[in-house]
């Protein structure tokens, strides 16, 4: 299997090589050349695996250049009851992604039961563990730097925490993540981790990512990576919990499900889009955004106009604040029909800050590719974490209260939906108490997390003491 990049101007390369590298040299995102297809006969074979077995089949047929049995030590290595273990007491952690019933036909699919109660965890693991092996093959370190407001820093650095070869230096908005996010992150001792808080918001510490990644000379001699949303690693091994969830909550592969998906970069929602391609039994993949509704436009006009930061609202599903996409850009080169000419045609647009709108042929297409929308606001979430705690005594998250609404707008009774649970309620504790009127229990484990010791550094808003500082320590 190689890799080629939607602009079509990148060499192949194989999977080893795509994992450590971000955007191809064209500007464009790798996909695999073509999608690995199961027969309905294949499917059956799947449907009795459990979550390591099925996770080793799915990347077997993605990465060819890892020889097998050291792949099979690395997934099994990544997921682990231990790993995925704030499961609620009425789930089984050994499915790493369980399931929940909330009424007839309506199911969560639980994915955020790892070490930083996100989804992102599910991913990130996987890297963790599959860097410091590629990184050790090939003799190589990497310093990874990154810039978060929450959820992408912690799931990295947990990830990345004692793995050799690897260093992460993570810059976040000085006093602007909750207690218990930056909790989560500070907390973290392990020598190849730094905590840089940064005297201003959340896009100087982006803009001080782009600047030191784009000082070629610093970035090369540094050894500078990334493990942002469009690292394919990240996608594939999102692949897999369509297939688990759909296999757990269907009896035959004949049956065809609908799955929500709450949606910022368009990452999660990208492996569904791959695990349908694969074959898998979806009917509808629905978009679900919050106030930051861009994509809700654009499955519903063809009209994709991207909004500046400055544009972007702050909600209370903070994860899914994003008003351009990183991940879109797979999706259109499919829909387009992997013609590189014709994306990079729409594209010259976007990377200019424009917009476009797709011809009607191409509109109609998103049709047969399942894909359908939503978006909720600020209400609507707090009125249905309440609801769903009266009624099913179940306490969701706001991102997984987006998928909710948008699930319920296009629910059919006859068709099981799937809604991806993205986070826990536990870490945003300040709109669950403004939904039921109280926090909900935090584990043991995390109880008195904002009283630990808290390892960080604050700079200014300035490359130059950053880049010292990695120059430094790595
Ligand atoms: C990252 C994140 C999302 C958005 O996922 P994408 O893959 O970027 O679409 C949604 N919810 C939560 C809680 C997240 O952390």
Redesign the pocket.
Known sequence: MKYISTRGGSPKLSFSEVLLTGLAPDGGLYLPETYPKFSLDSLKQLREKSYQELALTIFSHFINDIPHHDLKEITYKTYTKDVYSYARPNQDAEQITPTLELDKNLFLLSL?NGPTL???DIAMQFLGHIFEYVLNKKNESLNILGATSG??GSAAEYAMKGKKGVKVFMLSPHKKMSAFQTAQMFSLQDENIFNIAIEGVFDDCQDIVKAVSNDLIFKNKNKIGAVN?INWGRILA?IVYYFKGYFDITASNEELIDVT??????????AGHIARMMGLPIRHLVVATNENDVLDEFFKTGNYAPRSSKKTFHTS?P??D?SK?S?FERFIFDLLGREPNELKKLWSEVDQGGSFKLDLESFNRIRDFGFISSSSKHKNRIQLISEYYDKYNVII?T?TADGIKAALDHFDDNTPMMVLE??LPI?FEESIEEAIGKRPDRPEKLKNIELLPQKYEVFNNDVTQVKSFIEENS
């Open positions: 955020s996100a989804f992102k959820d992408t949303s999102q998906v709450p949606t910022g970069n368009f990452g999660n929602i990208c599903s994860s899914m994003i996409a991940n998250d991102h993205t986070a870490k």
